[in-house]
Each structure stands twice: as C-alpha cells, then as structure tokens.
C-alpha cells in the first residue's frame, strides 16, 4: 500500500496502521476478536479507507469527487459506526444527505457499493470475528441496498452482494471454474 494524499493531507500514522493490519503485514496472525469500542473501530476504518483509497474503483470517488480528508472524516465516521454497535458515541450526521451531494456529482453505481461492500466485508473479516463485526457486516450490507436504491429511485438490484464476504468468495471461486 502506498501513501495516498487526499485534500487537506493524510495522518501518515493512519496509514501505517492500515498497514499494520493489512494481512501481508505479518505471517503469523494474531488472535481474532470481536469489535469492543472505538479503538477497535479506528483501526477498522484506517485499514478500510486504505484500501478503498487505492482501489481503481472508489478512488476517483473518494479522492477526486469527494476529496476525502481522513483527518475529518475518519472520527466522524467512527463516531457513526461506534453509535450504530453500540449506541454510544456522537454521531448526529445524515449519512443519506452527504451520499445524495455526492451522487449529484458522479453517479454511485450498484459496482460502486459492491466493491465498498466487498472491501468492508473483508476488512472486517480479517481483523475481527464475533456478533458485533458480525453486525458490522450485516448493517453496511443494509445500508449499501437503500443508498442504491434511494439513490436510483428504484428498487435495490438483487446482484448486490448482500451475504458475508466468504459467501461471495466461494461464489467467485465456483463461477471461475
């Protein structure tokens, strides 16, 4: 992974972090365990945001549209996860809104929130395992299908990846061969 400049700068130590819990980091893997509060969620969403900032897909997204500072984003956005796992923390944002202004300037596509799905899914399924990176999973899988389907003003398509991500792995591998 590469450092990625988004608008106002990056935290070098974010992506450090991502870095360090990106699986190539290391050849032993440490002990999985559940999501249990926000230290847990910032470094979740470093490891996230570092992928989908080099994704070829949500980059143009996240950099050029959106021009995504980390440095604001990433408490505000773990302000919203720490309030949907466990109802705590400060979130007061409308997360539909900010999706609405940016659909306005490049349209979000059913392949948009798959590969965001995809990336969240994995990325939680690497780092943590139990009912709450469970729940994690399974609120952004509700969450992409009404984005879609508010955004496009039609029912969610049924391809949207909406299971966990060793489901559509296995998918993958059976649609390969």
Known sequence: ???VPVAGGHDPSLLRTARSCSPSSSTARPQVVDIAGRGDLDALLAAFYGRALA???LRPVFVDVMRLDLDEHLPVIAAFWEHVLFRT??????TMDVHRRVHQRIPLTESHFSRWLELWQSSVDEMFAGPVAEQ?????ARMASVFL????AGPAPRSLPLVPAAANQSQRSHQVR
């Open 1 to 3: 992974m590469t450092d």
């Open 55 to 57: 994704d070829p897909d």
């Open 89 to 94: 923390g400060t979130y007061s944002g409308r």
């Open 136 to 140: 994690a999973k399974a609120h952004a």
């Open 149 to 152: 389907r508010n955004l496009s």
